[in-house]
Every structure is written in C-alpha cells, then in structure tokens.
C-alpha cells in the first residue's frame, strides 16, 4: 500500500510538473506577444502622428477628419468566442463549415476576448477580400491581398499568415489529415478539403490558437474556414 501510495504521489508530481512548465511556456509567449503587439502599436501611432501633420499642412484635412458612418460604428468586436460564432453569418463571403465546440471552448483559455478580438479581425479581413475578390477589386491571394490592401479593406498582419504548413505536416497523413474539414460538395466531390493556409491568432503554450481556412472565391465567391481552434498536432505539439 505504502508503494503503491508513493507511485501515485510520483505521478502526481510529474503531472503538476508538466503543467506547471506549459503554463510557464504560455506566459513566456504571452508576454512576447505582447510584446510584439506594443511595438507594432507605437510605430502605428508614430506613422498616425506623422500622416496627420502632414494633412493639416494640406487644405484636405477637413475631408479626412470626418466622424465613420453609422454602418461602420455599428460593427461590434465580440467579446467572447461564443459571440464570434454566433456572429459569423453576418460576414459576406466567409462560410463557417468548423466545429462551432471547439471554437466556443478557447473562451476557457481568453477570458479577456482578446483571442476572439483578433480572430475577428482575421474573419473582417477575409471577408473584405472574398468581397474586393469578387468585384473585381483584388485579384491576388489571401497573402497577397494583406500585403497590398485596396482601398477602403481591412486588413491583418501578413506576419502572422501562413499560405501553408510545414514539410512535416504536410508529409505526415496523420498531421495532413487533421487539416481537412468540411467543404460543400459544389467546391469538393468529396466534402472535405485540405485546409493548410492558416492565420496565428496568438502564441500561447500548446494552446496557441490557429484560424484553417480554404480559399474558394475563384469559383463560388467564398472563403470556407474550416477550423477556430487549439493549435493542430505536428511533432512539437505532439
């Protein structure tokens, strides 16, 4: 009893351990996120200061200082993932064919809606581009797109867009075939697709979330994304 006593407590020492250096792993990448993003912050508010005193030396800075339209002010960012899931029909071009519990179970890791702030900001993006795409306004690819933004569309970074995943995933039938996801017949026969192109919502330990999408708006006008979720397994997570 006495040894059998001490291989449980082994075991729960072992466990506490490993979560305690993931949890350490999570902070670690938080605060480089962070990090990232304060930096990215102030070289755009040095870029804002810099354009407004441009315009106020021109006579078009009336034109440009104007209050958004009431369409514009009415969007709200969701604070959770369930308001985001909730909200995907409202965005033109985008087709949510995911898993809506998988989605839903990051507001356990983003109690704040920060994740669920940024992946809407993605979905934003990819609409603006199913849109621009089109109407004739776009006609490179997702990346492409964020790289050189038509006027008037929202955009992300295109720092943290992949248009594909690693050698690794995409020799491995186990990891390649944890990235297909439903598509309608119409775009595949067989109602899945491979879905490698993929947006970094943020870097958070093993949770690190990740945004699957495939992009259809050659032919049915729309961007199926697949997947809002925990990072997919390749051999690091695995």
Not at 141 to 151: E, Q, S
Not at 158 to 177: C, G, I, L, M, R
Request: proline residues 4%; glycine residues 6%; aromatic residues 6%.
């Amino acid at each position: 009893e006495v040894a059998a006593r001490l291989e449980d407590l082994r075991s729960e020492l072992n466990a506490s351990g490993h979560e305690r250096r993931n949890l350490t792993r999570r902070l670690e990448d938080e605060q480089l996120e962070h990090a990232t993003t304060y930096d990215g912050l102030t070289k755009a508010e040095d870029e804002l200061r810099r354009l407004r005193l441009l315009l106020l030396q021109t006579d078009k800075a009336a034109d440009v200082f104007v209050r958004p339209d009431s369409e514009d002010t009415q969007v709200q960012t969701p604070e959770s993932f369930v308001e985001l899931v909730a909200n995907l029909g409202d965005l033109s071009g985008i087709v949510f064919t995911g898993d809506e519990s998988i989605t839903v179970r990051l507001d356990v890791h983003d109690p704040l809606g920060v994740w669920a702030s940024k992946a809407w900001m993605i979905l934003l993006a990819l609409s603006d581009y199913a849109v621009a795409s089109t109407t004739g306004r776009c006609e490179r690819d997702v990346h492409g797109y964020l790289i050189n933004l038509p006027d008037g569309c929202r955009g992300y970074s295109a720092n943290k867009h992949a248009t594909s995943e690693s050698e690794d995933v995409q020799k491995s039938n186990k990891f390649s075939d944890a990235r297909r996801f439903p598509v309608p017949t119409e775009v595949d026969p067989a109602g899945a697709a491979s879905m490698m192109a993929h947006f970094k919502i943020a870097q958070s330990g093993l949770v690190s979330p990740r945004l699957h999408y495939y992009d259809d708006v050659r032919r049915t006008g729309k961007v199926y994304v697949g997947y809002i979720g925990p990072h997919l397994p390749t051999k690091r997570t695995n």
